[in-house]
Structure formats: structure tokens, C-alpha cells
């Protein structure tokens, strides 16, 4: 954090003193100590603030506003699917909770339960949701009758909770996290199949449009699918520094299971009594910390563009004996320039930190470009621009403020992107063999490998690999295939 306190001004004529520290550097860098740069990285930018609870954690504004952006996107898009918004409760019965037993099996080591009301312990214990499923769908029976009720489409921007685990992780592993959850109900397969894929096309835009990070889209094994579902669709991450693989989101097709159990059912065009097929998808604020291990660097945040709270911070840079006042006018000027614009622009004119201290500080949260103006900006009526991703720098007309501003807020969006994709590109390892398997994984990298689509295979692999780092686990079937002869492939 900042070295030191800040100055009192003094009283009379004195100067006021500027702070020159810029002791807002990371300890550690991203390729030495990944974890510890990372916890640092999301509190020194002001992402969040640890909690005193183990695996809770304060969402800043910094963080929020990220979240918000893409909600602010994802829901319009699904309201144009018809989709709705609603809100059941947070709390959920033991015997709704256990009505589907293989959904509750995946989950049962991660609820948490309330079992007191003050001093007094509560006779049937409550269940803290760790998804929906089972909170929505009694309803959901007693909502549809018939075919005109179908389709049924909802969803809930709500929290979770999933309270055992270890190694809690900001934004990728927390006991409580923020999300959105779809639950949708169709008469027909074909609809729901049609519903699955349009869900997971709005995920991978939100990872490379918005957050410029680059997925893989697939179905998961039937290991690793949604307990209690007929198939699960995902978008898959991958952070290269430490070789790991991430789920981004998923699109799960419930099938006709939960319909069976919540006896949810409709009666048909014909007369005919029949169960709904049920899709449930949902993506979290584990983009955040997705986005922050793909972009971060050593100084701290990259935002991309279209999620970032401010996309431009504007810094006065006033020499001796310069036009101060006219220096924070042009700075003043320039923010209500790029506002008008539809550019979320601010000015940093507070007087007692210096410049430099003040790059160091946006450069930490990540802002995509920082607009500097000193004494021949204002003579030139020009501005500099500066970089976050690349640091290039560039004199700009103030003529052509916001065509300029804009184009390179599009070329930082696209650079990030293309900069995320080569280096998880250049990780991806074709292999054939068990031999090229093994060292494929000990040099951290994503495996594309045949695969007989076999459970007991999988379990194998994964007993196999178990080490101190864990055990290789499948991420996805990718959509997109390679060309080999009788052969599946699978990104491990």
C-alpha cells in the first residue's frame, strides 16, 4: 500500500508539500508467487477486503461495478429469450433438499445448515441454499398444468452458499458468492436443446467480448456434469501461469429428472399427460477473478475497456511555475468531453500526491488508459495518452478527443484478447500416449488428448496424476473438433 501519511498543509504562504512516494508496488510478481500476487493484486486494487469470516470476502465498488456491467448486458439479453426475472428464498427444507438424491449427494458436503433461533435449537434444522433446484421446482409443479403454461423461464440474480472446502480463493472459491441462476421448463427436448446452446453462447461473449479472456465451449464427461442431470454444457478457462484449467459457466440439461421427482407435469395439445424438460445454467463472480489471473500483470489490474468502473483517468501534470489552474480546467474539460461521449472518464486533481504516485495508483486498479496533461499539452491544445496494457504512449489533438479515445479503447479490448489467446494457445499440447500425457501435465499445460469417453477411465487418470498439486481432472468434449480418425478428444 501507499509508503507513509499524508502531508499537512501549512498555514501563511507556505507550499503545500507533495507526496512523492510511491511505494504502491507488489511484493511479489505473478510468474515467482502466483497466489500471494494474486491476494495482494485484489486488495491493493481495491477489488475487495477480506472478511473476518474464512472464505468470506467485501465486494469494493471496484469489483461490484465490474459484476454490474456484465449483469447490465446478460440480463437484457436473456429478457430478449423472454426470460424473467424473480426471487425465491434463501432458505430451503431438509426434505425438499432431499428429495433428488443425486443432486443432493454433490452437494451435501457443501450446505450449510441454521440449527438455532437465538438460545433455542430449531426442531427441523434449515438448509442455507448452495443452488435452487430444489427450492424452485415444487413450484414449478405447482405453476404448470398444461401446455399453454410452457415454456416456463426464470431467473434469479441472488447469492449462494457452499460452505465446505479449502484453499478459499477471492471470487474462485468463497463460502458465499454472487450469481445469476436460470431455471427453465419446455415441453419438448428439442426446445430445451435449442435453449442449452443459446445460454452458453451468451457466457462465451460475456469471456471473450466483455472480459477478453478466451474459452473453450464443450460438454462434460458424465464424471463431471451436474449431479443429477441429463448433460452439461460449458465455457472453460485456462491461466497459464499456473496450468490449471477454469469452468467460466455452465448450461446444464436437467432432462426429464427433476420433472420425475417434483412431478412436474403438464397435460399436452392431445390431451396427454406429460413431464417438462428443465434446463437450469448460471455463471458467478468467479469471472472477476478469472479476468484478474488472465490480464493482471506485475503493477497490478488490467481491465478490459468494456467492464472497467472508469475507463479513463485524466492526471494534471503541473511544473513549476505552470498554469496550474489552467492545466485542472483542460483536465476538467476533458472528463465532461469524453462523459458527453458515453466515455467513463474521471480527473484525479487531488493536489498533495504527485504525478508519478498517482500512475502508480490507477495503473494498481487496472484503468485502461490515463490521459496526462502538463504545461505544452495545454500550449498545443493536445492531451497524452498512456496505455495500460502495453504502456504505449500518444499525443492527441484535443480536436479529435473522443474518435481518438475510442479507437484505442477498442484496440486495448481486442489486444487483450489477442495477447490472453496466444499465450493460452501456445500452452495447448496435442498428445497420443500415456508418456506424452504425463509430461505434457508436469509442464503445466492444457492437454487435448483422445478419449474413449469411459467413467472408470477417467477415475483412472485422475487416481493416476494425484499429486501435490492435485489430480488431472477433464475440463470439456470441445464443439470443436480436430480432424482424427476415430478418435474423441477432450481438454484435460
Known amino acids: 500500500m501507499a509508503g507513509g501519511e499524508k502531508k499537512k498543509s501549512g498555514g501563511g504562504g507556505k507550499k503545500k508539500e507533495v507526496k512523492k512516494e510511491t511505494g504502491l508496488g507488489l511484493s511479489f510478481t505473478k510468474d515467482e508467487n502466483f497466489g500471494e500476487w494474486y491476494s495482494e493484486v485484489v486488495v491493493n486494487g481495491e477489488m475487495i477486503e477480506y472478511y473476518d469470516i474464512s472464505g468470506c470476502y467485501i465486494l469494493r465498488p471496484w469489483a461490484m461495478s465490474i459484476w454490474e456491467n456484465m449483469q447490465t448486458f446478460f440480463d437484457a439479453e436473456i429478457k430478449k429469450m423472454k426470460v424473467k ?86 471470487f474462485i472459491r468463497s463460502r458465499e458468492f454472487l450469481w445469476q441462476e436460470g431455471h427453465t421448463a419446455f415441453a419438448t427436448k428439442e426446445e430445451a436443446d435449442t435453449e442449452v446452446l443459446q445460454i452458453l453462447e451468451l457466457y462465451r461473449h460475456i469471456y471473450e467480448e466483455f472480459l477478453a ?72 463472480t468467479r469471472t472477476i477473478g478469472v479476468m484478474v489471473m488472465v490480464h493482471g500483470d506485475n503493477k497490478g489490474l488490467v481491465l478490459p475497456p468494456k467492464v472497467s468502473a472508469l475507463q479513463v483517468i485524466v492526471i494534471p501534470v503541473p511544473y513549476k511555475d505552470a498554469d496550474t489552474q489552467g492545466i485542472f480546467d483542460a483536465c476538467a474539460a476533458t472528463v465532461v468531453t469524453l462523459s458527453d461521449a458515453g466515455i467513463r472518464a474521471e480527473a484525479d486533481l487531488r493536489e498533495n500526491y504527485s504525478p508519478g504516485w498517482k500512475y502508480s495508483n490507477w495503473e494498481m486498479k487496472g484503468v485502461p488508459l490515463r490521459i496526462e496533461i502538463g504545461p505544452r499539452d495545454l500550449a498545443n491544445n493536445q492531451v497524452r495518452a498512456v496505455r495500460r496494457d502495453n504502456g504505449e504512449k500518444t499525443d492527441i489533438s484535443r480536436v479529435f478527443l473522443v474518435e481518438q479515445v475510442k479507437g484505442m479503447l477498442d484496440k486495448i479490448q481486442q489486444n487483450l484478447f489477442d495477447v490472453a489467446k496466444q499465450k493460452r494457445d501456445a500452452c495447448i499440447e496435442v498428445v497420443k500416449t500415456w508418456d506424452e500425457f504425463v509430461k505434457a501435465l508436469g509442464q503445466k499445460k492444457l492437454i487435448l488428448a483422445p478419449w474413449c469417453d469411459e467413467e472408470e477411465v477417467e477415475k483412472d487418470v485422475k487416481a493416476r496424476t494425484r499429486g501435490e498439486m492435485g489430480a488431472a481432472k477433464s475440463l470439456c468434449i470441445p464443439f470443436e473438433q480436430p480432424e482424427l480418425p476415430d478418435a474423441w478428444r477432450r481438454l484435460v
Open 85 to 170: 426475472n424473480c426471487y425465491f428464498p434463501l432458505f430451503v427444507s431438509p426434505g425438499v433438499l432431499q428429495k433428488e438424491k443425486d443432486h443432493i449427494e454433490g452437494f451435501a458436503p457443501e450446505v450449510a445448515w441454521v440449527t438455532k433461533s437465538g438460545e433455542s435449537d430449531l426442531e427441523v434444522p434449515i438448509a442455507i441454499r448452495p443452488t435452487s433446484e430444489t427450492v424452485m421446482y415444487p413450484y414449478y409443479s405447482k405453476w404448470i398444468r398444461g401446455h399453454r403454461d410452457l415454456p416456463l423461464k426464470l431467473n434469479q440474480w441472488c447469492n449462494v452458499v457452499r460452505w465446505e472446502f479449502s484453499n478459499p480463493t477471492p
Open 213 to 284: 479472456i478466451p474459452v473453450t465451449k464443450g460438454r462434460k464427461s458424465e464424471l463431471e456434469k451436474f449431479a443429477g442431470g441429463l448433460y452439461t454444457t460449458s465455457v472453460e478457462a485456462f491461466i497459464p501461469n499456473t496450468g490449471r484449467g477454469i469452468q467460466g459457466a455452465t448450461s446444464h440439461c436437467l432432462g426429464q429428472n427433476f420433472a420425475k421427482m417434483f412431478e412436474i407435469n403438464f397435460e399436452n395439445e392431445k390431451g396427454e399427460k406429460s413431464m417438462v424438460w428443465q434446463n437450469s445454467w448460471a455463471y458467478s
